[in-house]
């Protein structure tokens, strides 16, 4: 599935692996309690959860920001014939390429891949299956990824301690790094003259988020800061997958904080719908408007206790 929107000539394009209900609420966000998804049902269903199933609905995908002369993926998705220890990423098959060359970006028309960190929802497309080698997909890319996860990643895999995350680093990563391709971010360098990384540490050691500002538009690419939009209501739930947990809350609030304070449109990687989320400061809490379904938007406010603009009492502090 192909979503995209213009930010003035360059076009924003989400190249859906798939879409669905398939991460275990109390699993995931664990803190979060399920009444406060019941209340905030009207909004959350269909895009966001379930409540039958009480799964939050998770977009596997790349993003691609399409210019005349760049091609730059942000994160690789899942990828094709790929073992994994999750039943719903292991050996998908999708058409994610020819996607890809549809909407005029085959692979060696990629001029960018940036990671904003290794776990292995977000390097999959680095590598085909090319006979039984996995190669790299994107032959004329300069790949761009954390260092501090490289070197974390690589140290734990030479250890043999990377547990479920070394499959992804083997089949993905590491033949990136050995055709000489992959590259690290320098402190405050544009990479491809438009995406600025800066540190988010928490979910892995090394993960950064990407700023993006054209056409009086400013994008933050958010990694996975955040995976559900309750999370801003809530921004010291930590997903499952958070490695440094008080990191992961320090980093959340922070860039909570910036998105209200600039009114950035920010974008998590596994958000469904390419429209990004709006963060609003009320008094001393957050809330979130999605798209511009104003209606929707406004009644997601009220439902949780956000007087704006009824006038319903602000709860001192939401969340755990
Ligand atoms: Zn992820």
Redesign the pocket.
Known sequence: MIRSRKIGEVELIQVVEFIGPTHDLDWMLPGIPRSAFDANALWLEPNFWMARTNRLVFAMQLWLLKARDRAILIDTGVGNGKKRTSRHQTMINTPALDWLAAIGAPPDKITHVVHTHL?G??IGWNTRDDGGRWVPTFPNATYFAPADDWTAFKTQHDAGTLGVHDAPFVDSVLPIADAGLLHFFSPCEEIADCLLPSAAPGHTLGQVTFTFRHAGEHCIFSA?VLHSPMQVLFPKINSRWCERPDAARRTRLALIEEAARTGATVYP??APGVEGWHIVRQADAFAVRIGDARATAIRALAVAGVPAPMSMPLPKTIGG
């Open positions: 776990h929802d977000h996975d990687a596994h």
